[in-house]
Structures are given as structure tokens and as C-alpha cells.
């Protein structure tokens, strides 16, 4: 784990959960499992404080516990899960995933379990039915069983699973922790998909609509009945039965649409179709971390392509030929059964996407004719200063510079291969090369220490402008209260008259400079989110 990591995954916890948690979390980073008392101890918080900060993080799936350095007797250990508190930065493209795929009550479910980190069904389908309900005009609410269906859906497609339960979870944890040598083990997560339930809807006993939040004068009153019918609650079957979201689900349909929007980019519409087609026939059978997917026959792609595209045989045949021909080597063909038995070649198709954006990056950074060398040295492996001039058509001074600069950020390595055993100047061989896996763990550290600076530089304006935020908030809170009651347009007009001029520019310019930084955050998150994928494709390939 790396310093920028660490920073990133500090901003992250202090943003969505508070300076504690920010502070137990940071230290179990960068020391490893802690047992409580160490951590309070090394953090200098208060006991009751780190057990509240635990349970955050337990909640939300970050943190996992086990038996410790001195066995089953021994305290209880806590190790945080670096990669699951970077899924943070991911959030809102979760949530407008969900939206775009099972509409505004997909969108809603997603947003709440990923708010609460784990909840029931029954407790979600509530919720979620509440807030469509009071988002619908007057006489119309949302019934429970559409946002059942929608649950049901997202479940059916395993972008929600149940969590393990927390039995089978501690005793996964103690047979890894009792079967490794070292007595410094961290503690194993169970993973959900090693139970046979894990997609199993429960049956839940739930009928109605959603109910109106009310602003009245009795609020306090409809606040306390609220709270007696939540305890008189009538029992709906799955009382310990608790659903999480399948990050690694979010993530293949990610890898998918990357891929369909390459081919796309790259050849045609069409192709992008048929390469659609044969993610979306294997997503279910294809392990998450598998270099190929399954092999389809031509004729079973042909039966899965979309009627409105019309395609017939023949040109079907010609595609497919088109797309194994293609440089980019994104579809293979693995037989002749069938009419052809085809399959989308996982890993080069990241590796591409991987190099694609190396090569963006050093044209933005460094210029075009940098771009011409580093592409170069790509695809030749190894070349000298002298070959590089020749073969990029570039002066000899420009492309000596070029290549220093390149190798001074270590994008470009220089590899000595002696003639002699003493290594003297005049009898070397100076090749310089591209070693894309590094060069692209560089990148990466790069783009969390861009994401963190982003990150900062939000909170810093924020902070700046912090009076003026609240003092819009309160006006826009009266106004809304004053539109609720039937005001005229004069009141509404005295109310906003309280924002002058002035303030309402440096508002807007605000707004303009957050939504700036928020957008440039999920683009680096897009760029981290390839490079992840291609690193952990590449190791898990060797």
C-alpha cells in the first residue's frame, strides 16, 4: 500500500464519515491489524469512540475481524480493507448505473444501501417507497410491490447479494487464520459468493404504499407515533436476512461497456452490437477475473443479436472474421463447431485500453512528437537513441531531449546490454523500452494523488465559503416553506432579495468550480478504474 493510497483512502472516510473515523481508519492502514485496545492507544481516542468507528466500518464492509497474533484465545484483531474504502469514489457511478439500467427506484436502492452499507429488504423496499412517495405529487404514492420487482431484478442480475452471515464469516476467519504459518496473519473476509443462498430472494410479507413525510405542527407527535409503530411492527419474514451491494458485479458491467464502447470507437456500431451480444450471453458464466470468456458458437450470437439491427447470416460471418482480423484482437476464434466458436479475449482487450490511455497521457502531457516516440518503443520493444531518430523522423537534438524527458518520470526505462564483462561506455548497447505494467502502476499512483489533491481543493472551497452556503440554505429552506403554504409572489420576492447581488456571483461561480471539481473526479476515477483492471487482469493471468 502506497502513501497516496493511504491519503486518498484518509480524505474518503473523513468525507463521508467524520474525523474519527477517519482517524481509526488511516491507522489501521498503516499499521496493519490492531486489536482495540492498541488502537485506541495509537489513535488517542476515547474506547467508546473506536468501537463506534469499528462499527462504520464493519457496517460498510471495510474493516473485518478475526483471531489475532496469539490465536483463538487471544484479542480480537481488526484489518481494514484498502481497496473497498477507494469503491468511495465510485458511488455516484454506481447510482447512475442502477438508474439507467432499472430506472429512478433501481437508482433509489442502491443509493440506500450504499448509504447504510447493509439492510434488509423489507427496510429498503420501506424506505425507498417512502422517498418516490413524497416525490409524487398530492392523491399518489409508490406501492411496495414495484419496488419489490425492482429489488428483485437487481438481485436476479446479482448487482445485490446477501451478506454472509457473521457465524459462517468468523469461521472462515479462524480456519484461514488457524491454516497460515506466519502468527501476523490479517484476518480473512468471508466471501459472499462461497454461500449457497447468496442470490436467494426471501419471502417478505410486505403490502401497501409509501407513506407522506408530513411538515406540520404536530410533527413531533406524528415523529413519536412513527417510532411506537417501528417497535409494533408486524414481523416480514426476513428478520436477519441482510443485502449488500456486489461491487465486483458494478465493476464487470464497467469492464463490459468499456470494451463495447472501444470496438465501437474503433469499427462500427454493429460490430459494438455483436460484441454486446456475446459479453451479455457469458457475463453470468464468466468468472470475474477469467482472460477469455466463455466460447459462443455463431449460431447462438446470431439468435441473441437484437431483431431491431436486422442482420442477416452472412454478414454476421463477415463481422465476426472483421473482428478476429482486427490488430486490437479483442474477439478470437477458438473452433469451427457450431459455425464458428468465438470468444472475447478479456485480458488484451484491457491491455489495449491500458496502453490506449498510457499513450493519451504522454501526448496531453509531453506533446505529439513524445507520443510518436513512446508509441514507438510500444510496439518495436527495444530501440536505440540512433533507431528512435530514424524511425520517429525526428532531429536527432529534439528526439534526445524527448527521451531524457520521458525517462527523467520513468515512463521510458533505459536497459544496458554490455558486449564486454567490464561494462565500458564504448562496448555497450543502450536500448530504451516501454515496460507497460510498471508504467502503468506509475500512472496509476499518479491519478490517486490527482484525485486526492481534487478532493482537498473541494473541501478547501467549501470551507471558504461556508457562511455564504449556509446562508443560501436557509433561504432556499424558507422559500420552499413559504411556496408550501400558498405564499404570493411578493413574499418570495422579499425573501430572495436577502442574497445580494454580489453574493449570488460568488455563489454561482462556487457552484461552477464544485461541479468542475466533481466531474474532473469521476474522470481520473474512470482512468484509475482501467488501470485497476488491467493490473489485476495481468497478475492474475501470470
Known sequence: MTVQEVRLCGLLLQEHFGEVVEKVGTELLRSGAL??????????????????????????????????????????????????????????????????????????????????????????VKTVADRLTHSMEDGQSMEYGEVITAFTRLVET??????????????AAKASSASTDTPAAAPAAAQPESFPDCYKIPQVNLIGRGKRRRSSEDGEADERGAKKARLDNEVCGDEGIYWQVNFERFHLHFRHQAIISAVASKLDPTSSEIVRTMLRLSEVT???????????????????????????????????????????????????????????????????????TLESVVQERFGSRSARIFRLLLRKRHLEQKQVEDFAMIPAKEAKDMLYTLLSENLVQLQEIPKTPDFAPSRTFYLYTVNQLPTARLLLQNCYKAVGNLIERRLFETKENKRHLEKSQRIEAILASLQASGADGSQLADVEEMITAPERQQLEALRHHINKLDSSENQVDETIFLLESYVHSTQSSR
Not at 480480537?76 to 448505473?97: K, Q, S
Not at 432499472?102 to 447504510?116: N, W
Not at 446479482?158 to 469461521?171: I, K
Not at 447470416?313 to 466458436?341: A, C, H, N, W
Open 35 to 124: 486489536n482495540l485496545r492498541a488502537l485506541a492507544h495509537q489513535t488517542s481516542t476515547p474506547l467508546d469512540l473506536v468501537k463506534k468507528s469499528l462499527c462504520v466500518l464493519v457496517q460498510h464492509g471495510m474493516c473485518v475481524f478475526g483471531p489475532g497474533r496469539r490465536g483463538p484465545g487471544g484479542p480480537v484483531e481488526y484489518t481494514v480493507n484498502c481497496e473497498r474504502i477507494l469503491y468511495m469514489l465510485r458511488y455516484p457511478r454506481y447510482i447512475y448505473t442502477a438508474k439507467s439500467l432499472y430506472g429512478d427506484t433501481g437508482e433509489l436502492v442502491i443509493e440506500e444501501i450504499l448509504q447504510r452499507g447493509q439492510m434488509t429488504m423489507s427496510s429498503t
Open 158 to 171: 446479482h448487482f445485490l447479494q446477501r451478506c454472509p452471515p457473521m457465524d459462517s464469516a468468523g469461521t
Open 286 to 356: 464468466t468468472p470475474a477475473n477469467a482472460a477469455y470468456t466463455q466460447a459462443l458458437s455463431a449460431n447462438e450470437i446470431f439468435r441473441a443479436l437484437p431483431a431491431s439491427y436486422n442482420i442477416a447470416r452472412p454478414i454476421l460471418d463477415q463481422y465476426l472474421s472483421l473482428l478476429v482480423d482486427d490488430p486490437m484482437e479483442f474477439v478470437s476464434k477458438t473452433g469451427d463447431s457450431g459455425g464458428g466458436m468465438y470468444v472475447v479475449n478479456l485480458h488484451r482487450a484491457l491491455a489495449n485500453l491500458a496502453r490506449a
